[in-house]
Antibody, heavy 123, light 110 residues
């Protein structure tokens, strides 16, 4: 059974940093591109970032480019999102999701999602 | 920037058919995907590649495409189908991170 479990969310002050983790199990993690998608309270889904299966390619939404860094450790079956210079508009539930195509290609989708971790940005 | 447009809400009575549309200029060239999200839960993929149904998704969920509009159809709606539904696709740039979600449609089962 595919499982994705996020952790690392919490309360952070504006301008602060936070690192999210996503522990994967039930599939060959190193064979799949992975993604982060977020959802602000009461709002819709917003794409954040992607990373290829070997970590060699990364992609970011314009809203987080230069502030967030996606990475992965295939030996630990774990996906990360390092978030910096956090703003009020970054407050959201952050979901990790598996790439439905396996590769972070154009037109991809998300076949499994974690339960999410809440990031609150407030002073 | 590219947008996918969904109606904010759709209401149906139990047993009826619900149709949720999603419109976007690139949809004739890009597949669409549909996710169901119940309150406090993560999204669940219910339709992929316009009309394919993942294993474990009830047959009452179906998808179709016509021009710049894709439609999620739920036949014989049940109370448990009450949720937010999001379409997802990509723009025509060919860039992997150009993923776009529709604004979501709240399905209410009367």
């Amino acid at each position: 059974e595919v499982q994705l479990v996020e952790s690392g969310g919490g309360l952070v002050q504006p301008g602060g940093s936070l690192r999210l983790s996503c522990a994967a199990s039930g599939f060959t993690f190193s064979s799949y591109a992975m993604h982060w998608v977020r959802q602000a309270p009461g709002k819709g889904l917003e794409y954040v970032s992607a990373i290829s299966s070997n970590g060699g390619s990364t992609y970011y939404a314009n809203s987080v480019k230069g502030r967030f860094t996606i990475s992965r450790d295939n030996s630990k079956n774990t996906l990360y999102l390092q978030m910096g210079s956090l703003r009020a508009e970054d407050m959201a539930v952050y979901y990790c999701a598996r790439d439905g195509l396996g590769i972070a290609a154009a037109g991809t989708y998300f076949d499994y999602w974690g339960q999410g971790t809440l990031v609150t940005v407030s002073s | 920037s590219y947008e996918l447009t969904q109606p904010p809400s759709v209401s149906v009575s139990p047993g009826q058919t619900a149709r949720i549309t999603c419109s976007g200029d690139a949809l004739p060239k890009q597949y669409a995907y549909w996710y169901q999200q119940k309150p406090g839960q993560a999204p669940v993929l219910v339709i992929y590649k316009d009309s394919e149904r993942p294993s474990g998704i009830p047959e009452r969920f179906s998808g179709s495409s016509s021009g710049t509009t894709v439609t999620l159809t739920i036949s014989g709606v049940q109370a448990e189908d009450e949720a937010d539904y999001y379409c997802q696709s990509a723009d025509s740039s060919g860039t992997p991170h150009h993923v776009v979600f529709g604004g979501g449609t709240k399905l209410t089962v009367l």
